[in-house]
């Protein structure tokens, strides 16, 4: 995952150094989380690719290029690992209580976006949440307030 992370930031973004631990590092440890939920189902609805760009757009205020640049790359990367560990451990090391919750309840709205929660995309969010270690109540609390938001905005 490094090698091709620092060749993307290198050719893409025009780093001179890239180093993982960079904000578009952190953006392809989160979108690569986001892609898992969306697949968790075993299907990638449209709504869910609306909702995952929404939410990547929402959060690092990128441009529509490198939202898909950065998502063609975190699907690759997804992929390829074997578990989630690579990402979780860079949103350990790298992100804020807040922003973990914020992550957290991207991946609700992703797994909402299609009208219905998997219990294939739930026992994924439930795990991450585990391995990035938010605490039950915040998981439940960022579910009901993606949930809200969904019914929100489909009314």
Same mark, same amino acid.
């Given at each position: 995952?490094?090698?091709?992370?620092?060749?993307?930031?290198? =050719?893409?973004?025009?780093?001179?150094? %890239?180093?993982? $631990? /960079? =904000?578009?590092?952190?953006?392809?440890?989160?979108?690569?989380?986001?892609? !898992?939920?969306?697949?968790?189902?075993?299907?990638?609805? %449209?709504?869910?690719?609306?909702?995952?760009?929404?939410?990547?757009?929402?959060?690092?205020?990128?441009? $529509?290029?490198?939202? !898909?640049?950065?998502?063609?790359?975190?699907?690759?990367?997804?992929?390829? =690992?074997? /578990? /989630?560990?690579?990402?979780?451990?860079?949103?350990? !090391?790298?992100?804020?209580?807040?922003?973990?919750?914020?992550?957290?309840?991207?991946?609700?709205?992703?797994?909402?976006?299609?009208?219905?929660?998997?219990?294939?995309?739930? $026992?994924?969010?439930?795990?991450?949440?585990?391995?990035?270690?938010? %605490? $039950?109540?915040?998981?439940?609390?960022?579910?009901?307030?993606?949930?809200?938001?969904?019914?929100?905005?489909?009314?």
């Amino acid at each position: 995952m490094l090698t091709k992370l620092k060749e993307f930031l290198a =050719a893409r973004l025009g780093a001179d150094t %890239p180093s993982v $631990h /960079s =904000a578009h590092g952190r953006h392809l440890a989160a979108a690569a989380l986001l892609i !898992e939920v969306a697949r968790a189902d075993y299907g990638f609805d %449209p709504r869910e690719q609306l909702a995952l760009q929404e939410a990547l757009r929402r959060s690092f205020d990128l441009s $529509h290029a490198e939202i !898909e640049t950065l998502l063609a790359l975190a699907e690759a990367e997804a992929r390829e =690992a074997t /578990s /989630s560990y690579a990402f979780t451990r860079l949103i350990n !090391e790298e992100y804020s209580d807040e922003e973990k919750s914020d992550l957290l309840r991207a991946m609700w709205s992703v797994a909402f976006a299609d009208g219905a929660v998997d219990k294939y995309e739930e $026992h994924l969010i439930r795990k991450i949440a585990g391995l990035i270690y938010v %605490p $039950h109540q915040e998981f439940i609390r960022t579910r009901l307030q993606a949930a809200a938001e969904f019914e929100q905005n489909r009314g």
